[in-house]
């Protein structure tokens, strides 16, 4: 079993910054693709960012790209997303994913370990 647990969400101005963080226990994230999605009330469960373990290549939903980073420590098993020039529409719950590496790493469906979720919520 992989335990993922975000933290750094909270209440930010539009423009501002905030940086994730997730931290994963009990399996290496070896054998998974990293991700994070994000969910909105109201709306479906959306695809943000990954980056694969071994490649470190990443990946961003259009709406982010250029504003937000995805990044990994994997002597400490964390990942981060920072992200930058937030804007309102950014609101929402974010949650950390471990998707296996035969999945579509931008279906929440095929995540196998969801973190919590922390709520991310950027003011006008």
């Known amino acids: 079993q992989v335990q993922l647990v975000e933290s750094g969400g909270g209440l930010v101005q539009a423009g501002g910054s905030l940086r994730l963080s997730c931290a994963a226990s009990?399996?290496?994230?070896?054998?998974?693709?990293r991700g994070w999605f994000r969910q909105a009330p109201g709306k479906e469960r959306e695809f943000v960012a990954a980056i694969t373990y071994r490649e470190d290549t990443t990946v961003y939903a259009a709406s982010v790209k250029g504003r937000f980073t995805i990044s990994t420590d994997n002597a400490k098993n964390t990942v981060y997303l920072q992200m930058n020039s937030l804007k309102p529409e950014d609101t929402a719950v974010y949650y950390c994913a471990a998707i296996p590496r035969s999945r579509d790493y931008r279906d929440y469906k095929g995540v196998s370990y969801w973190g919590q979720g922390t709520q991310v919520t950027v003011s006008s």
């Open positions: 009990g399996r290496t994230f070896s054998s998974y693709v």
